[in-house]
């Protein structure tokens, strides 16, 4: 015990010595996170917050266009552009605007497509009128023009996914804006013929069943909607616990060098509790590390204008997660602090191995976006292992039981680093 | 009893295309100081290295007080024993105080006992004014007195130190010498390796000469300069029986 707890001081003295590993350790994990989430703030919203701009030619100036430029407008995802400088935008300029990629989208409502909606919705009401006995009052266009269509016009590197979002966008807009004007139709007629109507009748609902949206997560419902927050803290802050590599590594092979661990080898007692030392020593470095960056996720981020960490409902899930990683990163340091001869080899493998494992792991942008083979891969690396852990407890208010085959791979690599590590250490001595 | 006794060791390294030792035998009763002299590359470290268990003879044996050195009594001879090794076996970025307090913890010592233990010994070799200053900025004595005190805290029967005095000034070296006669005086036995044979001839009662991995001479430094009428010091000995050749 005295063994262990002097080794953690011993070794807590080293850091604080080590200005650049300080810095390694908290700085630059800090600023990772915090420029990461910036810069990928932008694409993260992409899927979610962008605004698209629609530009749309108003030819018709009746209800239909009003009704689809409110409509697109109300969605919040569209930004509806009816004007060029001040001038109604006509179809001739969208065309062009469209042909030189400077919109992706157009949207013209041809000339009396209202009226045409307001014939069709007469014809039907006069229709039923008639069969109930009632005399045909509304007004009828003499004959229907079937060629009227409200037109699309889209960039041809418009995605496929868009450009049919928008298509249903319109088919929606269009199938309202003729229920509404039939309905009301149904209502004028009837007011007309009795006049006390016109106080007690029930606006007409459109929508008697309407469409609502539930996530839901393997723990419980879930309420947090993927970030660039949500992502990129949880997903740097593993990176930067790995980077511990680095210092351990270079702690051991200094050790080496500069003859202490000589020292350490002529003092009876089990140089495993030394080593039991260490690893506590940098676990609790990476545990802290790992906290510092979700403090940064809570505090940090809203001050940006970013959203805020959300950290789930388990705790303590949350927290063997940060220990098991510590644990994994540790025993990685303690690998290939033990397989490396000098300091330069160690920092370029390290380093470059978790760059490597990282980005194949899901830190730089989550798995589930790549293709399928590399998600294979990608699954074998620690790193996402951890971040798929603490995803289970962030976004899907994940508990133990849920993080368990994660954490059992993280403690199993682990284990079976620091063993080869132990093996290679003892081999040395004989 | 024997201190030391060493039986036909023989090493030869991992990739290495001769042997290091081949077949070297000593022994030296207990109490006494001696020397391990050689030139370069002779195998002093080696013996030493086998002596402390940190590198395994490929054949031969090693008696320690009596406790054959194999990797079950590896342990207990550790802790009877008390190595200096060449290169500076510290933290270089702890102080002095934290190296030995780290150490001292390590051997099982702790608290205001451990610190007076520490405290006397940073005094005896003249440290006291540097006890908290980090060992990488000390001057290159003041580095080989703190190497020697990490290995002492433990009160070692047997102390073996692989040239302690390389590199040190007159007044360091002194202190240094001072103090190995001195821990002889109180009883325990001292091996010492070193290329200063001057240094050698003053202290050590009993000295061993080695070339090649092997025993050349061993025997009392005023015998062996009398036994050699043409020599007049322990150095013409020692180049009677090692040559002038330069080793690589
Ligand atoms: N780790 C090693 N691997 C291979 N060969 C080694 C190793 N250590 C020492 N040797 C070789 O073993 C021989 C004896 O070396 P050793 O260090 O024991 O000599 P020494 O008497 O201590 O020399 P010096 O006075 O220079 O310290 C030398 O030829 C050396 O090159
Ligand atoms: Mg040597």
Redesign the pocket.
């Given at each position: 015990m005295l063994r262990l707890i002097a080794t953690i001081r011993k070794e807590w003295l080293l850091l604080l010595r080590d200005k650049a590993g300080l810095a390694l350790l908290f700085v630059m994990p800090v600023v990772l996170i915090t420029v990461m989430a910036v810069i990928q703030d932008a694409p993260f919203k992409d899927y979610q917050e962008i605004k698209f701009d629609i530009l749309t030619v108003d030819n018709d100036h009746g209800r239909l266009g009003r009704h689809i430029r409110e409509g697109l407008g109300g969605t919040g995802q569209f930004n509806v552009i009816d004007t060029l400088q001040g001038a109604p935008l006509t179809e001739a300029q969208a065309q062009e605007l469209i042909a030189d990629g400077t919109y992706k989208i157009c949207i013209t409502i041809p000339k009396g497509a209202t009226g045409e909606i307001v014939s069709n919705a007469n014809k039907i009401v006069n229709d039923i009128s008639k069969r109930m006995g009632i005399p045909a009052q509304l007004p009828v266009k003499a004959i229907a023009s079937d060629s009227l269509a409200v037109q699309l016009y889209f960039d041809p590197a418009a995605k496929k996914a868009f450009k049919s979002a928008i298509r249903q966008a319109l088919d929606n807009f269009l199938t309202q804006v003729q229920t509404d004007l039939l309905l009301e139709r149904i209502q004028m007629q009837l007011r007309s013929r009795d006049s006390s109507v016109h106080d007690t009748f029930p606006t007409i609902r459109l929508k008697a069943v309407g469409l609502q949206e539930t996530m839901i997560g393997k723990g419980k419902q879930i309420d947090v909607i993927s970030n660039s927050v949500q992502h990129n803290v949880p997903a740097w802050s593993i990176f930067a616990m790995f980077f511990i590599v680095i210092p351990i590594a270079g702690n051991m092979i200094r050790e080496r060098e500069d003859g202490s661990l000589v020292r350490l080898k002529l003092i009876p007692g089990n140089y495993l509790s030394i080593l039991a030392g260490k690893l506590l020593f940098f676990v609790g470095i990476c545990v802290v590390q790992f906290y510092l960056m979700i403090l940064v996720g809570l505090f940090g981020m809203p001050l940006l204008g970013l959203p805020k960490l959300q950290l789930g409902v388990d705790h303590l899930a949350g927290f063997i997660t940060a220990v098991s990683i510590g644990i994994t990163a540790t025993a990685y340091g303690i690998l290939i602090g033990t397989l490396f001869k000098t300091p330069n080899q160690a920092l370029n493998f390290g380093a470059i191995s978790i760059v490597i494992l990282s980005a194949i792991g899901g830190i730089w942008i989550p798995l589930e976006v790549m293709p399928e083979k590399i998600q294979l891969i990608g699954r074998c690396s620690p790193l996402s292992w951890g971040l798929d852990a603490i995803n289970d407890v962030y976004l899907r208010n994940g508990n133990i039981r849920l993080i368990l085959p994660d954490i059992i791979r993280l403690l199993a690599c682990g284990l079976l680093m620091l063993g080869i590590a132990a093996r290679v250490e003892q081999r040395r001595i004989s | 009893m024997n201190s030391i006794e060493v039986k036909d060791l023989h090493k030869t390294?991992a990739?290495?295309l001769?042997p290091?030792l081949q077949g070297l035998s000593f022994a030296f009763p207990e109490g006494s100081i001696v020397g391990l002299l050689?030139?370069?590359?002779?195998?002093?470290?080696?013996?030493i290295s086998i002596l402390c268990g940190l590198v395994k003879a490929d054949s031969g044996t090693v008696k320690i007080f009596d406790l054959p050195q194999d990797a079950a009594r590896r342990e207990a001879v550790k802790r009877i024993i008390g190595i200096v090794p060449?290169q500076i076996a510290l933290f270089p970025q702890l102080t002095a105080m934290e190296n030995l307090t780290y150490f001292g913890n390590l051997y099982g010592f702790k608290g205001a006992s451990l610190k007076q233990k520490i405290t006397n010994y940073l005094e005896a070799f003249g440290l006291e004014k540097a006890a908290h200053k980090e060992v990488r900025k000390f001057s290159g004595g003041m580095k080989r007195r703190t190497n020697i005190i990490a290995a002492i805290l433990h009160d070692p029967q047997l102390l073996v130190l692989d040239?302690p005095t390389a590199g040190v000034d007159v007044q360091s070296r002194s202190m240094i010498l001072q103090f190995l006669r001195e821990y002889n005086r109180q009883g325990k036995s001292v091996l010492y390796?070193s290329?200063l044979l001057e240094e050698a001839q003053q202290i050590c009662e009993d000295i061993v000469i080695i070339d090649e991995g092997k025993l050349i001479i061993q025997g009392r430094p005023e015998d062996m300069i009398r036994q050699h009428a043409d020599c007049r010091n322990l150095e013409e000995v020692f180049l009677l029986y090692t040559g002038h050749a330069v080793r690589d």
């Open positions: - | 390294y990739g290495a001769v290091s050689g030139p370069n590359g002779a195998g002093k470290t080696t013996t060449q040239e390796t290329h």
